[in-house]
């Protein structure tokens, strides 16, 4: 008889069922009774676990141990995808930021917009605004209000007070740049007390999916007297973690993002440690054992002197109040910013580097908004990336090429009657009458006619020749991010771009580094170092040195004559002594100072240049000091002067040869 379809098929599914069901049967009695003692012996045992142990970040030091960032136990506040309300984000983190508020913490919001309206792009953070751009895929020339805008939209923020917003929006993208998802937290705040802490672990029950964990966190010996240069450590974002991920970083590591911590990273990363954790059947710890344990990471050493740091940013910030209170409105009242740079003329080692406004890296999420909205822009580093027309401070480069090039000798003779009539359609002036002057006299009062009439005759092709070889418009060698500068066109060939050129003014923009670098070179009479802000590099305990920075010639002069620098630098003493622009503040110190002084015009008021090195006879410091708005170059001098006694007289730290890693009080 012949089976149906149907019937066959029955029959097919019902063997596969019996063969399934006596495959679990022979199973089980495998676990149970052939082996059931070795399962349950198994079982008794429990499980076990790796877990990575974090490594800590190197140090950071002066150079001579000093600690500048060090690391310490704190607590964080994190957000955790599988227990927060999907839908409920927004709430969670205005919820969260107001409690924080009251109770005097921040949190983190790196969004490169402005705290407040009128929304702006935050200056100096070009590169985060380009991510940002890129990631909400908006044009080059979209605005900051636009960018909000289709953050609004990207996180339903329709409803939200102008305010809330922008408070969200950061947060919301912040989320998204660290990958946060069911396996990786994100850290809402870092560092906050243990009574914050303590707080929001008792406001749980109102906080879904926010919990505080343990952490190492940076911490400073003085968070606002280095921090353009020590720079902020943060977590990897989703477009850098490819690159971070072949590296050996984990997800959830944090890495440095400007300054020291991200120039040297891979110094400053240690090596991460492996434990395996053992549980019993109930998960129940049973025993902990280290596989492999953390290295932690190198300690970077600076040629920073920390005294002589703080000393020139209290000057700097103690002279810009003062002209804010005596100078006359138009003529220095309105200074507000600025940045010192102190230089080894013999080494090239930066032993201070200044920016004002700062602020604080212990305090810098919590003050981030505030911060970014200041118009001062104190997150900007001016030391390095300030480009600042020189003034008279270019002074000293025409007189170098004007001798080396023949168009003057140290005898040559400029009659300055105030008004310079060499060309019948452009008759620029100069600040005094000084009659017939030599280039000595001409750098001691800096008179405009000496310098309008020999940079006519050089150009400004050859002044630009002279300027690089001593170091402005050049990369000054520092192991930071730092802009070039740029010098004038030499294409132009109007009488009116050559003068104004010859006396620092036109295109010519230099960053302080720069203009320090620049001094060095002349105190050197031609030497131009490569600029360094490191000493060396050592393991996390001093005990084995990784490297070892050596001093670097970039560049000598071997074309100009030594009595041209020579000239020049009796110019500059001549400027220090009586009669001369710094002679209010070194005419009668103890120590040779050769000076110049700068007033260069912007679109607002004239900003203030000095730059100096001493002693004169035997260069030991360079220094470039910059007050934007500052007016006369001469106001710059106090700053230097203080500088000088802290280094000659006060700090004999700075005199001293102790090793690295001997750490003084």
Known sequence: MKLSTERIRLLLVGGLFTVIALTYVFRLMDMQVVNGQSYQETLAQGSSRTQTIQAARGEIVDRYGRPLAYNQTGFDIVFDRALLPSGKENDI?????????????????????????????????????TRLKKFLNIGDYATAADALYWLSERYSLQ????????????????????????????????????????????????????DIQESATRQYQNGSLLPHILGTVGPIYMDEYANYKEKGYLRNDLVGKDGIEKAFESELRGTAGRRRVY???????????????????????????????????????????????????????????????????????VLALVSYPSYDLATYSKDYASLSADSRHPLFNRSLSGQYAPGSCFKPTVAIAGLTEGVITSSSVVNCTRVYT??????????????????????????????????????????????????????????????????????????????????????????????????????????????????????????????????????QMDNVPQSAFETVIQGMVAASKPGG?????????????????GTPETTAFPNSTYICFAPAEDPQIAIAVVIEKGWHGYTGAPVAKAIFDSYFFHNSVSQTSLPVGELLP
């Not at 924080?100 to 590169?127: F, H, K, M, R, V």
């Not at 920390?306 to 009242?333: C, D, F, S």
């Open 93 to 129: 983190i205005i919820k969260s930021a107001g409690i924080l508020t009251s109770l005097g913490e921040g949190w983190i919001d790196e969004l490169p917009i402005t705290n407040q309206a009128p929304y702006d792009y935050i200056q100096g953070l070009d590169s985060d605004v």
């Open 159 to 210: 409803n939200c007070t102008a305010e809330e917003l922008r408070l969200v929006s950061g947060v919301r993208y912040e989320m998204e740049q660290r990958g946060f998802s069911l396996s990786a937290q994100y850290t809402f705040s870092k560092g906050v007390s243990i009574s914050a802490a303590t707080y929001i672990k008792q406001m749980s029950f109102d906080l879904p999916g926010v």
């Open 279 to 349: 549980l019993d059947a109930d998960g129940t710890v049973t025993d902990i054992k280290v596989e492999e344990a953390p290295v932690p990471g190198n300690t970077v050493s600076l040629t920073i002197d920390k005294g002589l740091q703080q000393v020139a940013a209290q000057a700097l910030e103690a002279q810009i109040k003062n002209l804010q209170k005596t100078a006359p409105e138009g003529k220095g009242r309105e200074a507000d910013s600025g940045a010192v740079a102190v230089i080894d003329v013999k080494t090239g080692e």
């Open 422 to 555: 060499f060309y019948p359609t452009y008759q620029p002036t100069c600040l005094s009458y000084h009659g017939p002057l030599t280039v000595r006299d001409a750098l001691r009062v800096s008179c405009n006619s000496f310098f309008y009439d020999t940079g006519r005759q050089l150009g400004i092709a050859t002044m630009n020749k002279y300027a690089r070889q001593l170091g402005l418009g050049e990369p000054t060698g520092i192991q930071l991010s730092e802009k070039t500068g740029q010098l004038n066109d030499p294409s132009t060939d109007r009488p009116g771009d050559v003068l104004q050129a010859a006396i620092g003014q036109l295109d010519n923009r230099f960053t302080p580094l720069q203009l320090a670098s620049y001094t060095a070179t002349i105190a050197n009479r031609g030497k131009r170092m490569k600029v360094s802000i490191i000493r060396s590099v050592n393991s996390y305990n001093f005990d084995k040195q990784v490297s070892e920075y050596t001093p670097e010639v970039a560049n």
């Open 581 to 597: 622009t710094s002679a209010a503040t070194f005419g009668t110190y103890p120590i040779t100072v050769a000076s110049k002084t």
